[in-house]
């Protein structure tokens, strides 16, 4: 694969789970291993969409140093890939300012996501910065160039945003950023209790910095397949999360067969079943919690951030300095 300039990004909102490793982390320490240029980008500015305080502010600082944790515990490396913050790069929010002018507020508020955040948020009148949330990460995205953008599913529809507003502003005023593209890679990772999507917001996730009795717990309380009754009834691998995580974390794949053949048949139980999948978690997490444990003694975040910022401050100069030659503003 040819090298590409990639962004991608989480909000500090809390810890990772292993929903987000099967979503995004897992394509992330690919991308990093092949050699590509890979911006992560800790949207701080983002969090602040759902209300600004400085109590918010205040999580927002201990929230991004446990997602700089679980960045390194998982393998993401500073050396090979530049993680910076939002805020440390204010020419974005110019860059969103005149993207702005670039969007109607029908089109973005028809955007899935704001009407999903609304609903379960129960906001009834978006702000100005909730409904511009996609015009920012337009201009994420675009102040560094970015050409792929590793998003889960839920995410495409802000891709598309950004990709109307820079192909417009491309059509403009000449070409400044690459159109770019959605790298849409892994499934989707339901929840503990057989919801859908895995979500910290649901309480139905498993943390990658849970210890190991937490989440033998987590995987002993696990909905599994509501028409079984008893051990001896034939059961459903589909839609049955046990099954999903097995199929995304399980290393003898051959084992994790041979669990769904005696489960289809009803010749294994929920007990059995279970504990062979918190010894498989705990095995897949237990390097990562040590490394995280490493880390958090001795890696000097607040370096990494400075690191990150130093990188992106030029290349988010010249941008902007194109940009606003484009338009005609020096
Ligand atoms: P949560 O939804 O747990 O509160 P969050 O809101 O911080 O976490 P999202 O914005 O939902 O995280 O997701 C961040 C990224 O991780 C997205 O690219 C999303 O697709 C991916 N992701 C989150 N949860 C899952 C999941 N259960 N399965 C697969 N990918 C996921
Ligand atoms: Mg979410």
């Known amino acids: 694969m040819e090298k590409k300039r990639i962004l991608t990004g989480d909000r500090p909102t809390g810890p990772l789970h292993l929903g987000h490793y099967v979503g995004t982390l897992k394509a992330r320490l690919e991308l990093q291993e092949q050699g590509n240029e890979v911006f992560i980008l800790v949207a701080d500015y983002h969090t602040l969409t759902r209300g600004i305080s400085a109590e918010k502010t205040k999580e927002i600082k201990i929230n ?104 417009r502003f491309n059509s403009e005023f000449g070409e400044v950023f690459p159109e770019p593209e959605a790298l849409i890679k892994g499934d989707v990772l339901p929840g503990t209790d057989g919801k859908a999507k895995m979500s910290k917001s649901l309480g139905n996730a498993i943390m990658l910095s849970d210890d190991e009795k937490t989440v033998k717990e987590k995987v002993m309380g696990m909905y599994t397949d509501p028409t079984r009754v008893h051990s001896t009834d034939p059961g459903h691998v589909e ?56 880390f958090s003694k001795a890696a000097d975040l607040d370096k990494i951030l400075e690191e990150g910022k130093n990188k992106v401050l030029p290349i988010a100069a010249e941008t902007l300095k194109q940009a606003r030659r484009a338009i005609g503003i020096e």
């Open 239 to 294: 839609g049955n999360p046990v099954f999903a995580y097995l199929d995304a974390f399980g290393q003898d794949q051959t084992k994790v067969s041979e669990f769904k053949d005696r489960y289809q048949k009803g010749t294994v139980g929920d007990v059995e079943l279970k504990e062979y999948l918190a010894s498989v978690l705990n095995e897949f997490l237990a390097p990562i919690r040590t490394r995280r444990q490493e």
């Open 64 to 167: 991004t140093r446990e997602l700089l944790l679980d960045y390194l515990a998982v393998g993401l490396d500073p050396k090979k890939i530049t993680i910076y913050r939002q805020s440390d790069v204010p020419a974005v929010a110019e860059l969103a300012l005149l993207f702005g002018m670039l969007v109607t507020v029908p089109r973005l508020s028809r955007v899935p996501t704001l009407k999903e955040v609304m609903r379960d948020e129960k906001i009834e009148n978006p702000s100005f910065g909730l409904l511009g949330y996609p015009v920012l990460q337009s201009a994420d995205i675009a102040l560094v160039k970015g050409e792929l953008v590793p998003v889960g599913k839920d995410q495409s529809s802000h891709l598309e945003v950004a990709r109307e507003i820079i192909h």
